[in-house]
């Protein structure tokens, strides 16, 4: 059963990308793989070699393999409760959506570029924002040509969407 927010509705912590899931199951099966084994490995012959308690090898070793299985149990149940949202799927392509990379205009006129994508996977240095980011929230069901209001902690900002697309 996933977690639902308000009205029954999915969370929206809940909506990933495909390339999003994919990176998390990356990661996932990394950490599985290649990271844990390694560190198994060096904790058993650390503890092999007599008192743990000033073993640094050792300690070290059994911190990163709780950071490692709490990074595995995270990544497992995001992907678990994960809703798929392909933007290649899209029916509705003249509003803004989960998925859109939407180009507009600030008060500056300053062109912004900006994907909607997942909590997990939004990352500002590829100009990817979070679905319940302000700007996103703010943009979301907009068309080209309308002007919405984002509100800032420098008050009201105005933007005027310019394009809307869904990339691949």
């Known amino acids: 059963m996933s977690p639902v927010g308000e009205q029954g ?13 994919a990176r998390m199951r990356d990661e996932l099966n990394a950490l599985l793989q290649i ?12 503890a092999g070699n007599g008192d743990r308690s ?10 990163r393999l709780r950071e490692i299985d709490r990074r595995i149990r995270f990544l497992t149940r995001r992907l678990d409760n994960a809703i798929i949202v392909d933007p290649r799927e899209q029916s ?14 600030d008060e500056d006129d300053t062109l912004h570029t900006v994907t909607i994508c997942g909590c997990d996977e939004a990352d ?7 679905l319940v ?7 979301m069901r907009a068309r080209v040509g309308d002007e919405v209001s984002l509100q ?10 310019r394009s809307i697309d869904y990339p691949d």
Do not use: C, H, M
């Not at 000033?54 to 911190?63: A, F, L, V």
């Open 124 to 130: 500002l240095s590829r100009q990817e924002i979070s």
């Open 35 to 46: 990271e844990r084994p390694r560190i198994v490995e060096i904790v058993s012959w650390a």
């Open 152 to 161: 800032s902690p420098r008050g009201a900002v105005t933007l005027e969407i």
């Open 9 to 21: 509705k999915p969370a929206l912590s809940l909506y990933l990308s495909p390339r999003g899931a």
């Open 92 to 105: 509705v392509r003249d509003r803004v959506f989960f998925g859109a990379r939407v180009r507009y205009l």
């Open 133 to 139: 980011s302000p700007v996103a929230r703010a943009l």
């Open 54 to 63: 000033e073993n640094g090898d050792y300690i070290y070793g059994k911190r």
